[in-house]
């Protein structure tokens, strides 16, 4: 049994910034599981993702890494633009492909303390399949894809369909200030949280950007601060970032402000360079000591 299993589709990302146009693969499960293979194996983890045909050299280069990898196929893979501008906390973004949903029938071998579902789009994990996986282990949820309804190419923003079914089924839920707001349609973070936790959550995860995050669990608040980066290149993946050091912390038993703050550590490193995470834990506990 691993300690955790990140579920996702691995995705074709197109990435625009003021300073660069690049191409890269991207996704939840690929940044999380890029940023689990640069840490101490001292959480086992295995990656489920889901790819068509044009991006199973991808699949192979995380093997190579030595990350233990399911990979089913689909038809298509999940091509993503993504274009920031001079705000990196602010994208606009275009679906270009879908790949096929998840199925009960691909998570029955699948054995782990916890999943971490990397959601991207709507209908990537549906109740029954979230259901199914909360009654083998414990379910760790990114809100962001369940958000995100296409409309031809563009990504428009939608309240949670199944919101209180799959909420109740969830122990970690992570979202960003934007998502708060569009699924209690409140811009207050600490009324966000409690809000959830009625639902069932147990900790619940809300990143800031630049003004950091917010842990809430057991009833206590824990404000997390954001380390200051040397250069600001690329948020991209940065989200992702924080629940893999979150999770990893979590999974040995640390507290919550202490794993926040290594997980804020974390996507420090990680928005001064464009790509996955690719640091050491020295350089995290750098940042820890050293930035402010």
Not at 17 to 22: G, I, L, N, R
Not at 221 to 247: H, M, N, Q, R, W
Request: aromatic letters at 10%.
């Amino acid at each position: 049994m691993r300690d955790i299993c990140c579920i996702g589709h691995i995705t074709r990302d197109k990435i625009i910034t003021p300073k660069s146009e690049v191409y890269m693969a991207g996704g939840t499960s690929f940044y999380m599981s890029r940023g689990m293979s640069c840490l101490p194996h001292d959480v086992s983890y295995q990656l489920v993702t889901k790819v068509g045909q044009g991006q199973l050299p991808e699949v192979d280069k995380l093997r190579e890494a030595g990350i233990d990898t399911i990979c089913y196929p689909s038809r298509h893979t999940v091509y993503f633009e993504n274009k920031y501008g001079g705000d990196s906390n602010k994208r606009t973004q275009r679906v270009l492909a879908k790949a096929d949903p998840f199925t009960i029938e691909e998570m029955r071998p699948l054995e782990a303390k916890v999943f971490h579902l990397g959601s991207l789009l709507a209908d990537d994990f549906s109740p029954e399949v979230v259901k199914y996986l909360s009654a083998k282990g414990r379910v760790s949820i990114d809100a962001q894809g369940y958000l995100r309804h296409v409309v031809g190419e563009q990504v428009v923003p939608v309240d949670w369909k199944d919101k209180e079914e799959i909420l109740s089924c969830t122990d970690f839920l992570k979202l960003n200030e934007h998502e708060m707001e569009v699924i209690t349609h409140s811009r207050n973070p600490r009324t966000v949280a409690m809000t959830l936790a009625e639902y069932g959550v147990r900790e619940i995860i809300i990143t800031l950007g630049s003004y950091g995050s917010l842990i809430y669990a057991e009833g206590r608040f824990f404000e997390i601060p954001a380390y200051k980066p040397a250069e600001v290149v690329d948020a991209t993946g940065c989200g992702d970032t924080y629940s893999t050091g979150y999770l990893y912390c979590r999974m040995q038993g640390m507290g919550y402000e202490e794993s926040g703050r290594f997980a804020a550590a974390m996507c420090t490193l990680k928005l001064e360079r464009s790509g996955p995470f690719d640091k050491t834990i020295a350089d995290i506990h750098r940042v820890l000591r050293n930035r402010k």
